[in-house]
């Protein structure tokens, strides 16, 4: 379907026009710099964060897992102390938290990789001007017939350079 397009700029106020035209027009963007870009490009190309999702998983199967072992060891190795219960509650609230931080950390861990698409083994868009002193913008998406008109568009904006890229 498309032959992805990667336009040069010298100047980040040109390329955040250019994304934000590119945008809305329907096409996919990424956006790429040699420096870290402030807010203005968060409503425009940034992805929503999942992260936080992974968290929470991984912090209810902790407390789950964490009640579990704490209540199965008592039960299977009752220890009958007189008038104390079998299942007692402190130590059982104390794995349960542990165990909350523990499978937290691991699943939003689980969770970086799998959004940030890590290791990531197929052929990368790469410019070495990307990382001297040129933004990015990796245009996607594009039909066959509109493929000039959006090179004309990226230089319109103040592209320097304008190529087509092969992905596999």
Known sequence: MNQPVLGLFKYVDSMVEAAVSMKDTGYTVTVFSPIPLGVELDPVV????????????GAFIGLI?????????????????GGLPIWPVTPT?????ESIILCGVIWTLIG?????????????I?????SLDSFG????????????????????????????????
């Open 126 to 130: 790469y410019d070495p001007k990307l």
């Open 93 to 97: 609230l104390l794995l349960a938290y």
């Open 65 to 81: 897992f964490g009640v579990v072992l704490a209540l199965g060891t008592a039960a299977l190795y009752v220890l009958p102390r």
């Open 137 to 168: 913008l990796l245009v996607e998406d594009i039909r066959e017939d509109k493929v000039e008109e959006v090179e004309r568009l990226l230089e319109g904006f103040g592209a320097d350079e304008v190529n087509r890229v092969e992905k596999s």
């Open 46 to 57: 940034m992805r929503p964060n999942y992260i936080r999702y992974f968290a929470l998983f």
């Open 112 to 124: 970086f990789f799998i959004i940030a698409r890590k290791p990531n083994f197929g052929k990368q």
